[in-house]
Nanobody, 114 residues
């Protein structure tokens, strides 16, 4: 069952910016710790940002200072603001409940290229 719908991906140039959105269905979104994950060909899926129900955030060193995760509970939506993206940021981006099952949706493709 589709629980989240990611959108906003596309082609972006290095130094540009992109905002991804994740629309959640159902109630209870505000109580969930949410995360953005990405997977590049030949690589493991990895977390790029998480945010707790209270708003605490986490970023790995690879994206720290460039990505910002946020949420709008009134809209049941999770966001990922990507600033100064690099070619290494290319991949399919997914959103998921941090402690939820490993059921992945379609994701949204992000391609960073000049």
């Amino acid at each position: 069952q589709v629980q989240f719908v990611e959108s906003g991906g596309g082609l972006v140039q290095p130094g540009g910016s992109l905002r991804l959105s994740c629309a959640a269905s159902g109630s209870g979104f505000s109580s969930l710790a949410m995360g953005w994950y990405r997977q590049a060909p030949g690589k493991q899926r990895e977390p790029v940002a998480t945010i707790s129900s209270g708003g605490s955030t986490y970023y790995p060193d690879s994206v720290k200072g460039r990505f910002t995760i946020s949420r709008d509970n009134a809209k049941n939506t999770l966001y990922l603001q990507m600033s100064s993206p690099k070619p290494e940021d290319t991949g399919v981006y997914y959103c998921k409940v941090v402690t939820g099952p490993n059921y992945w949706g379609q994701g949204t493709q992000v391609t960073v290229s000049s």
